[in-house]
């Protein structure tokens, strides 16, 4: 919540744009085609619905030259307190040592697109490679300030994979907002995603062929569950990949910075309270958390008068 | 004897050359490693002698492995086509798994060699099997003519006695191997208490019989004791009696720690600790509804417990239900007059969606506990199952098993069974499919009587099977007429049900074939007019790739909403178990403004796959609109059980229904789970507000 405050006080000072790319590789035959292309379609339209400063970029089977060249132009165009998001839908393949992307031509590999990536100013970056073979990716682009997702625990997790089509209804599906902040984070649609892949895999009675793992400290193998305790996704809680709400409209008034103050002040002790919830009598952390509540609640209605 | 044995043993220990004679004795003393050495030098030195190879086999076929045993029977039956110990071994395993070929290969064996009295002996077991107690007798008679000791001859006499409750019998076995013949007959009669007696009889004869261990120690389980039935099956395992009915029934003990078990009066449910909350309030309330139902109509009051497994891994509920002879397996009761009744089934995560109505199963099942207590397990086979698929078309005309195209082809066929030898259909089956025809002929017979005799004659039949009477017998005193007189008018009753189905059958599944091909052209014109036209030839049919489906796919495509409802609403009441369909009728229903109907569609999915949060939330919304706010508090409730994804929205939507049911506390604690997960969720902070306000007012 404090972070979520924070990024609402450095939008009214300098607005910053995201990059969003997403590509749809080979499908290889029809099915696949289609199906590709129309999650594409679906993530594109979620992001232009949402609006924002956004710059929305799909490109449907593209090749190697044409990506690159749309990464020039990005690096061109971006600063540093831009952020981009990379997604990735397709088929992809693993051989122990490159991850390549199936394009048509020469595939793309991994290595490559990680100089693509470093090469824009952008500094909070977030890929989303939903390929087969996509856990082959990490260890090329990981780097400390860029939220990695893999549809696939390892390179070697080689069938088609579902997870693309649970991302892209994240991003338009208000359940994934799970704190209700009027934004889904890379943390939110990765386990709205992850949740929804793996609902599918169960009720189809079929063994799991993809397990989705996240990695945001530029040093890991990805996990699935990021956690205190592992260190990941830390950084995806804060990257809002869509915005849903208006609340920024209410940021931008500043007669009502004192209550955004204290708005921030309550979430602040609220987060507090959580994590001292396991040392407290229950009746004691409950009396307190509805206390917090209501205030947070009395705040926020005075905000919207 | 032990003293002659040992002395056989020490010098085949000492014999430098293999023998026959040296291999049983290790056999004889459970020395099966040795023994298979032995066996295994025997043949290789003779490997034209088919002797060697089927005594190899059944050394297999003793120590559980009977795939082995038949490839060693197939090859001594290479070298001598019609050899009498190979016929016999390939019998007894096709006995094992209740196939009906067993009597075929038996009576090879006998006419290869007409004194071998052991496949005399199984065809006499073969025959109580069927429940077809004189030809039994007749048989186990001609094995003792044969060999007067024939120990198996005398035990299935014996059992004869005994399953008629005569307590004294001239056949006493009065050795090991008899009694568990006698405790495998009250098993399969699902007399398991007193089963159970005579596998302890077996054991404490010879304690190293580990065959009537381990089926004690199943039965055991069956009735619930599993304490003892660990101990038993952990000794046979140790002393290396393995076969997978011992180890898979220890792995399911082990498991056992993975579920609850909670009960409500005569109700316990052992639920998978995952499930238990989500399935545990559809489970309860359709236990209470059943059994409310079948005391008024059974006219009986259950006094002992009905415990009821769910296992979400179906392979842990086929080794509960292990050893039943012809399972169609969703589900399976055992009943015992001092431990209550047990029904297991897989639950309803445990089946690809729409495949399962778990409902139905419970309600098939719980009739069984109601037949067997009634007539303390003396109830035929047919009749049970009979009246259990009668049951489930009673409580709702959706719910009941659809006339499949086995049975279509078996009444073209003329392959029904005689009622008196309906038993042999369900025993002794013929394929799987026969399995099936049998469910229904049995199920269509119950409705039959309900309809010409009424509910009070089969009741009657009940208590007459009850006083041990056979079928026909039964229909004698009850329906007034010969068996094969019943058997004509029934069969006359199907056909003429049926013969719409029947005539346009092959007609059908040819034009089914052209919708979907039209179908795949995006043909909707095409589909609908050749879908139209040959829907009502096999109304029954909602399986995949129904005529329904297709047509209300066509209709959507050509955006006419109200025919594709038409047409779903159509397939449900046929049946029609896709939840995906199910969900489609739902959403047509309620963008058309027709709320409660789609609450009642969406209702339907709880009976057949409830795993799915969605269905519920959109079903919870629904009755909330309908103002029935107890079923939108179950499916909210549904959706917190069931892990969701957004927990904040499932908290709040269930603290709105609890506001409306006037339940305020509950509302606020429901409220405070909801912003303790998401603090700035407006929806639910002014609810929260509002809650306050009117507290402090």
């Not at chain 1, 679906?42 to 400063?53: E, H, P, T």
């Not at chain 2, 997978?244 to 639920?271: E, H, P």
């Not at chain 2, 919304?621 to 939108?632: I, R, S």
Request: glycine letters at 6%; proline letters at 4%.
């Amino acid at each position: 919540m404090k972070l979520i405050s924070l990024l609402l006080l450095a939008a009214l000072s300098a607005p910053a744009t995201t990059f969003y790319v997403t590509i749809s590789g080979l499908g290889g035959e029809p099915d696949y085609e289609q199906r590709f292309k129309m999650w594409a379609e679906d993530i594109d339209s979620s992001l232009k619905r949402a609006g924002g400063d956004s710059n929305v970029v799909t490109l449907v089977a593209p090749t190697r030259e044409q990506i690159r060249a749309r990464f020039a132009e990005i690096a061109q165009q971006a600063k540093p307190t831009d952020a981009l998001v990379v997604m990735l839908i397709g088929h992809g393949s693993f051989d122990g040592v490159d991850y390549k992307f199936n394009i048509p031509g020469p595939d793309i590999t991994g290595a490559e697109l990680a100089g693509l990536l470093d090469r824009v100013p952008a500094t909070r970056q977030l890929v989303v490679n939903m390929t087969s073979s996509s856990g082959g990716s990490i260890e090329a682009l990981r780097r400390p300030t860029r939220v990695v997702i893999a549809a696939t625990k390892t390179g070697t997790e080689k069938n088609a994979t579902v997870f693309a089509r649970y991302w892209a209804e994240a991003l338009r599906d208000p359940a994934a907002d799970v704190d209700k902040n009027e934004a889904i984070s890379a943390l939110e649609a990765f386990q709205y995603a992850q949740h929804k892949t793996s609902d599918f895999y169960e009720s189809q009675k079929r063994l799991a062929t993809e397990h989705a793992v996240l990695e945001d400290t530029g040093k890991g193998e990805g996990e699935r569950v990021p956690s205190a305790e592992n260190g990941e996704g830390k950084l995806a809680a804060t990257f809002p990949v869509v915005r849903l709400g208006a609340n920024a409209a209410a940021a931008r008034d500043p007669s009502k910075r004192p209550l955004l103050e204290k708005k921030e002040q309550l979430e602040q002790a609220i987060d507090k309270l959580k994590y001292e919830k396991a040392a407290m009598p229950a009746d004691a952390y409950k009396k307190q958390l509805m206390q917090l509540l209501l205030e947070l609640a009395r705040t926020q209605e005075a905000l919207e008068k | 004897m032990i003293r002659l044995s040992a002395i056989a043993l020490l010098l085949a220990s000492l014999l430098p050359a293999q023998t026959l004679e040296q291999a049983e004795a290790f056999w004889k003393a459970r020395r099966f490693q040795e023994a298979n050495d032995v066996f295994r030098a025997l043949v290789a030195q003779h490997p034209d002698n088919p002797d060697y190879k089927v005594r190899w086999g059944r050394l297999y076929l003793d120590h559980s492995q009977p795939d082995i045993a038949v490839d060693l029977f197939n090859e001594a039956l290479e070298l001598k086509k019609d050899h009498a110990g190979a016929l016999l071994g390939l019998a007894l395993v096709a006995a094992e798994d209740f196939e009906s070929v067993a009597a075929g290969l038996a009576h090879k064996a006998l006419a290869s060699d007409p004194k071998l009295a052991e496949a005399q002996e199984l065809l006499a077991s073969l025959a109580l099997e069927d429940n077809d107690t004189a030809k039994a007798v007749e048989e186990a008679n001609k094995a003792l003519a044969m060999d007067a000791h024939s120990v198996e001859g005398r035990a299935i006499l014996a059992t004869v006695d005994w399953l008629a409750d005569k307590k004294d019998t001239a056949f006493d076995p009065h050795a090991a191997r008899g009694y568990e013949t006698a405790g495998h007959f009250f098993v399969i009669n699902r007399r398991y208490e007193e089963g159970v007696q005579y596998y302890r009889k077996a054991i404490e004869l010879d304690p190293q019989l580990y065959s009537a261990r381990s089926q004690l120690g199943i039965n055991l389980m069956r009735l619930g004791q599993d304490e003892e039935a660990y101990t038993q099956l952990e000794t046979c395992y140790n002393n290396g009696f393995q076969d997978a009915a011992t180890r898979n029934s220890l792995k399911l003990l082990d498991s056992y720690k993975k579920f609850d078990t909670v009960r409500t009066g005569l109700i316990i449910l052992k639920l998978d600790k995952k499930e238990e909350e989500l399935l545990r309030p559809y489970f309860e309330l359709e236990m209470e509804r059943v059994i409310a139902t079948y005391e008024k109509k059974y006219r009986i009051k259950l006094e002992k417990p009905v415990r009821v497994e769910v296992y979400p891994d179906h392979e842990d509920f086929a080794v509960r239900a292990l050893g039943m002879p012809g399972l169609g397996a969703l589900g399976v009761t055992f009943t015992s007059a001092a431990y209550g009744s047990f029904i297991a089934m897989d639950s309803p995560s445990g089946r690809p969606p729409g495949s399962f109505h778990w409902a139905s199963t419970l309600w098939h099942e719980m009739s069984h506990v109601f037949t067997l207590t009634l007539t303390d397990s003396h109830v035929p086979r047919w009749f049970t199952e009979g009246l259990a698929v009668h049951e489930e078309t009673a409580v709702s005309p959706e719910w009941g098993d659809r006339l499949a195209p086995p049975v279509i082809v078996a009444i073209k066929d003329k392959k029904l069974l005689p009622v008196a030898e309906l038993d042999r259909g369900f025993v002794h089956p013929t394929g799987a499919e026969q399995v099936v025809v049998s469910y229904f002929q049995a199920g269509r017979i119950c409705d039959y009587i309900n309809d010409k005799w009424g509910w009070d004659t089969l009741l009657a039949m009940l208590r007459d099977f009850g006083h041990d009477d056979d079928t026909a017998t039964v229909i004698r005193k009850e329906l007034k007429m010969e068996p094969a007189e019943f058997d004509k008018q029934f069969v006359a009753f199907v056909e003429g049900g049926t013969k719409n189905v029947v005539d346009h059958f092959d007609e059908w599944a040819k034009r089914l074939k052209q919708v979907d091909e039209l179908a795949k052209k995006k043909d909707y014109d095409g589909v609908i007019e050749e879908g139209a036209a040959i829907r009502d030839m096999y109304p029954d049919y909602v399986e995949a790739g129904s005529v329904y489906e297709f047509l209300a796919s066509a209709y959507l495509a050509k955006d006419d909403k109200p025919a594709a409802t038409a047409e779903l609403e159509r397939y449900v009441k046929a049946g029609g178990r896709n939840p995906d369909s199910i969900k489609l009728l739902a959403k047509q229903l309620e963008d058309a403004g027709r709320k409660k109907e789609a609450a009642d569609a969406l209702a339907r999915l709880n009976y057949i796959y409830p795993m799915d949060n969605d269905q519920h939330q959109r079903l919870g919304a629904l009755w909330m609109d309908a103002g029935d706010v107890a079923g939108a508090i179950r499916e909210f409730r549904a959706v917190l059980a069931h892990n969701p994804i957004d927990p904040a929205r499932s908290h709040y939507d269930l603290a709105r229904a609890y506001q409306l049911n006037h339940e305020p506390e509950q509302a606020k604690e429901e409220l405070l789970a909801a912003l303790e997960t998401a603090p700035g969720y407006r929806p639910a902070q002014k609810l929260l507000l509002e809650l306050t306000t009117t507290e402090a007012k």
